[in-house]
């Protein structure tokens, strides 16, 4: 009896220095601030370009409205997971599939829930690759017009070797600092994108009509958009993660510093998100790009300083993104195949991860295609109506009350989002192919 109980205590020991080793639970003395510029540096990314091009998918109705639906479900489905995180006593649920295993069982819901969110978290990641490339060779046209071009692919190797560097931080407290000036250049960029849009002014012959030339190109546009809008809030795949690193005790459970902070990035999130995308599309309608920084070229030093700082976000939101996945890894190699918790693990791990997303980003840097593709096909899922099935099966709210309604027109509207996404989405890749050289 004693010897197995020492071999119970043995293992409760070992599976304590593990957690204490892995980058989600390593660490948990976050602050309410800490919740606030890591869901900004989450949230605000990338998809913040294309909103403008979103808009000229989605016209003047449509694209207001969605904006706003997009913003409350997702504010919404938001305070569902920080409220579940602690909802058994004694319990954190640290990670998404940690809550989904406790909602669907053992199996079915890591079957449920990783699949969805690594899709999330790997394609984030790539598209964050292929950004911060496309913004490194913009400012290096923009600065130097008269030098020879170099190729997408080659800055996008450079910017992976930041990414390379920042990626062997141990863990997502570590990585703090490098979210808040994350944070910081998302609001920095932003204000630069419709400021210099307001200064242009309104181009002569704008056109807020449907981009397409046809109906049927006009139907894929708008699917695609929605998928570009559910892009633009992915905060919600890591969120358990950063609530993870947060202080909790009984008296004061991590949602209450968790909530604030996911309230301060959300306004925030509307600061930046809302200007662009009416300013931009109000000021070059239907001709505008699917990242607004190339539409805009001039003046050439406030749209460079702009795309360093779309580099610098990108690079914190890729790190956001990774250390999730990196988790997910460095659990199943120590946990399930007995791995020794060690530095030269974790090198293979996040060098193998940082060159399988750079190389993927070099082969296909189809931005507008790739955002809704991604945002339809899993982000929606995630963030519009996952956390609600999760919620209806653990709360059980009664029949017809608020509660569920309000869940059951989340689902609905995220399932829609769903199916019409991607469709639209690798129209919009299929298209770019026709005529792209690979590693061009």
Not at 163 to 187: G, R
Not at 191 to 206: E, H, M, P, T, Y
Not at 216 to 242: P, Q, T
Not at 328 to 337: D, G
Request: charged share 15%; hydrophobic share 50%; with cysteine.
């Amino acid at each position: 009896m004693a010897s197995n109980q020492q071999v119970l205590d043995d293992e409760a020991l070992r599976q304590k220095k593990i957690e204490e080793w892995l980058p989600i639970t390593s660490s948990r003395k976050g602050k309410w601030w800490f919740s606030a510029f890591h869901n900004v540096t989450a949230m605000v990314g990338a998809g913040v370009l294309s909103l403008p091009y979103a808009m000229s998918g989605l016209g003047w109705g449509p694209g207001i409205t969605i904006f706003v639906m997009s913003w409350i479900i997702t504010l919404y489905t938001l305070w569902q997971m920080v409220e579940m995180h602690e909802m058994v006593p004694g319990k954190r649920f640290d990670r998404y599939h940690e809550l989904g295993q406790h909602a669907f069982g053992e199996k079915l819901g890591l079957y449920i829930v990783v699949p969805q969110q690594l899709i999330v978290e790997v394609g984030t990641c790539i598209v964050y690759m292929v950004t911060g490339g496309k913004s490194l060779k913009k400012i290096h046209e923009s600065l130097c017009s008269d030098c020879k071009p170099i190729r997408t692919t080659y800055w996008i190797m450079v910017f992976a070797s930041v990414n390379f560097f920042l990626s062997h931080l141990p863990s997502l407290d570590s990585i703090s600092c490098v979210s808040f000036f994350a944070a910081l250049m998302s609001l920095g960029y932003s204000i630069i994108i419709w400021g210099a849009s307001l200064k242009r002014g309104v181009q002569d012959n704008v056109d807020y009509s449907p981009r397409g030339k046809t109906t049927a190109d006009s139907v894929f546009n708008f699917f695609n958009s929605l998928g570009d809008v559910a892009f633009a809030y992915a905060g919600h795949n890591v969120v358990l993660e950063i609530q993870a690193t947060i202080t909790s005790t009984p008296e004061r459970p991590s949602k209450g510093p968790m909530w604030k902070g996911v309230v301060v990035a959300y306004i925030i999130v509307a600061i930046c998100y809302f200007p662009v995308a009416m300013i931009g599309f109000y000021v070059f309608g239907n001709t505008v790009d699917d990242n607004i920084l190339i539409t805009l070229e001039k003046p050439t030093w406030l749209i460079s300083a702009a795309n360093f700082f779309v580099i610098v976000h990108v690079v914190g939101g890729y790190q956001i993104y990774s250390m999730p996945v990196f988790d997910m890894i460095e659990t199943y190699l120590v946990k399930e195949k007995k791995f020794l918790p060690s530095a030269v693990l974790r090198i293979v791990v996040r060098t193998s991860y940082v060159i399988a997303t750079m190389f993927i980003g070099m082969t296909f840097p189809f931005f507008g295609g790739l955002l809704g593709f991604f945002g339809g096909f899993a982000l929606a899922p995630t963030s519009y109506y996952l956390p609600c099935i999760i919620w209806l099966i653990v709360y059980k709210p009664k029949k017809f009350s608020l509660s569920w309604w309000a869940n059951w027109f989340c689902i609905i509207t995220g399932i829609a989002l769903t199916i019409v996404a991607p469709i639209g989405a690798l129209r919009t890749i299929i298209l770019a192919v026709k005529s792209y050289k690979f590693y061009s």
